[in-house]
């Protein structure tokens, strides 16, 4: 049964710190996307892949925010200094294509800023 | 300013209680509309994708319209395991996808 896997699930962690999220997508799906889901803005897109070129990363704020895909099973999503305002729910979802396709979503990494 | 708003923000239904869902959008450049659901804990999962107006897609209880001002998601004798938020999204132009705030349903037997 293919599905995205995401790590860790779960992360606490205090203002200032470096978080780093992971996401394996689906395989041989080309496409990756990270949004983020919060109760005030529901959910966002960051940034997408496709063929492990960043193709908009227009939703992320620049300054603290950055995402790589280092190999085609590998995503990641860095926050660099961390800062309360970040806590949310961060999913990556994978489709083969781009928009049009299925999107199929991780299960989330819940990040806590404190 | 492009918009995606659903509504209603909640809704409850008995067992087989039809009802639609609305999500209306104003954006520049519409290429395609989403639906997915959500359950509590868990990623959306995809439900539909419509990408012109007039056009229709079904699967199981749910059926999706698309207009050129909105959509409906229309539910069909739901059943409890229905019970979930649903989201819409809608993709623009250069590659912008607006998602709106979900309308929570819950059935009850």
């Known amino acids: 049964d293919a599905r995205v896997t995401q790590t860790p699930r779960d992360k606490v962690t205090e203002m200032g710190q470096e978080v780093t999220m992971r996401c394996q997508p689906i395989?041989?799906?080309?496409?990756v996307f990270w949004y983020r889901q919060t109760m005030m803005q529901g959910l966002e897109l960051l940034a997408y892949f496709r063929n492990r070129a960043p193709l908009d990363d227009s939703g992320m704020p620049k300054d603290r925010f950055s995402a790589e895909m280092p190999d085609a099973t590998l995503a990641t999503l860095k926050i660099q200094p961390s800062e309360p305002r970040d806590s949310a729910v961060y999913f990556c979802a994978s489709a083969d294509g781009g928009f049009y396709n299925e999107q199929f979503f991780g299960p989330g990494t819940r990040l806590t800023v404190l | 300013e492009d918009q995606v708003t659903q509504s209603p923000e909640a809704l409850r239904l008995q067992e087989g209680e039809s009802s639609s869902l609305n999500c209306s959008y104003t954006?520049?450049?519409?290429?395609?509309l989403f639906w997915y659901r959500q359950d509590p804990g868990k990623g959306p999962e995809f439900l539909f994708t419509?990408?012109?107006a007039g056009e229709e897609k079904e699967k199981e209880r749910l059926k999706a319209t698309l207009t050129k001002k909105e959509s409906f998601l229309h539910i069909t004798a739901p059943k409890p395991e229905d019970s979930a938020t649903y989201l819409c999204a809608v993709h623009r132009g250069t590659d912008k996808l607006i998602f709106g705030t979900g309308t929570r349903l819950q059935v009850f037997p």
């Open positions: 419509l990408y012109s």
């Open positions: 954006v520049s450049g519409l290429r395609g």
């Open positions: 395989l041989g799906h080309n496409t």
